[in-house]
């Protein structure tokens, strides 16, 4: 199955209720962030505005190993989504593994990978995109809350292995080596939670088989249904969307919210056979004809929502794509009583 690499990432739910419950406002957050509050009430962001946010939150709690530990510690299991309850109700600690590594696709922007070798277990994260190498502060949370749910699940103090960090810089060491209970190495070439592997065989106390029932089905469902990923092309289209409105998106602030630098930006879309310009173009006209089908808004309103200051340019435009005048148009496609 191919997996889920989109540009638009949903918030985890309850994440904003998490960090109220730590003492840290959204709106502290979001400012930080350097990001419309809006965003708050937004469940699905783009991935720089996701890195942003969780970039905020490890520069607010001050130490990223505190941070980690904090988070991945603090919901209560009757909290949980279904993509983690679905793991802490799994028959064992494999099982509860697995599934969480199944039900990642539905949850980027990383994914899991698991390997067992001898006496041990290695589970990998990995991220899903290539322009966003990923922040410390995700990856240690996503290492803390997989021996976590071998914590709650088995009822025991599990311990790990070894623990490892591409980044060369965690926070406190102490804070994460007692919780994790093992050494945590920094500078690796990959962050990597590695357990016993007998562990993996400790029945879960949570072990839910009609729970399981309910949700397994639920779950693989939204799996198969997973819409492919979409092209750089599609995506930029939705951002200058969003962004439209009283002026005109350049590809440095695009490219931004993306992630990337405009010169990958404009490579990426001149490879789908597109530019940004044309792709500017193609919206602005999209978002005319779809406001002009509106009688409640008015050609001036019209121009504005599509980025024109001046009415005027937008009426020479508009001509340019359909032989008409907007007025024309519309009273062509929707009748004479919609004239304004």
């Known amino acids: ?47 720089a505005q996701y890195f942003a946010i969780w970039q905020a939150y490890s520069d607010l709690i001050d130490d990223t190993a505190k941070g980690i530990i904090k988070l991945a510690t603090s919901f209560e299991t009757d909290h ?3 993509t983690v309850l679905a793991t802490y109700h799994a028959r064992d600690y494999r099982d509860a593994l697995k599934r969480m590594a199944r039900y990642k696709q539905l949850c980027p922007p990383e994914s899991l990978h698991i ?12 991220t899903l995109h290539r322009e966003q190498p990923g922040l410390p502060i995700l990856f240690g949370i996503t290492l803390a809350f997989l ?35 093992c050494r945590i190495q920094i500078g690796t070439n990959g962050n990597r939670l590695t357990i016993h592997r007998a562990d993996l065989d400790r029945p879960f106390v949570s072990y839910n088989a009609e ?6 089905p639920v779950l693989e469902q939204s799996l198969n249904e997973q819409p492919r990923t979409p092209s750089i092309t599609e995506t930029v289209k939705w951002i200058m969307k969003r962004s439209l409105t009283g002026g005109r998106p350049d590809i440095q602030t695009i490219a931004s919210e993306l992630g990337i630098s405009d010169r ?3 490579r990426r879309l001149t ?20 406001y002009l089908a509106d009688p409640s808004l008015d050609i001036k309103e019209v121009a504005f929502l599509v980025g024109y200051e001046d009415q005027n340019s937008f009426y020479r435009a508009f001509h340019l794509w359909e032989g008409a005048t907007p007025l024309k148009w519309r009273t062509e496609h929707l009748g004479a009583n919609s004239i304004n």
């Open 1 to 47: 199955m191919t997996l889920y690499t989109s540009n638009r990432i949903k918030i985890p739910v309850g994440f904003w209720a998490g960090l109220r419950q730590l003492g840290i406002a959204a709106h502290d957050v979001v400012r930080k962030a350097q990001l419309p509050i809006s965003i708050v009430s937004d469940p699905v962001v783009t991935t």
């Open 115 to 126: 390997t067992e070798e001898g006496e041990h277990c290695t589970i990998e994260i990995k």
């Open 271 to 290: 490879e789908e056979g597109t530019s940004f310009k044309h792709l500017l173009i193609k919206v602005r006209h999209e978002q005319a004809r779809e």
């Open 147 to 181: 021996i976590e749910l071998g914590r709650r699940g088995t009822g025991q103090p599990l311990t790990a292995k070894c623990v490892e960090f591409s980044t060369h810089s965690i926070g406190d060491l102490q804070t994460l080596e007692d919780y994790f209970g």
């Open 211 to 216: 729970l399981l029932e309910i949700l397994t």
């Open 80 to 82: 949980f989504p279904p």
């Open 264 to 266: 990958t930006l404009q």
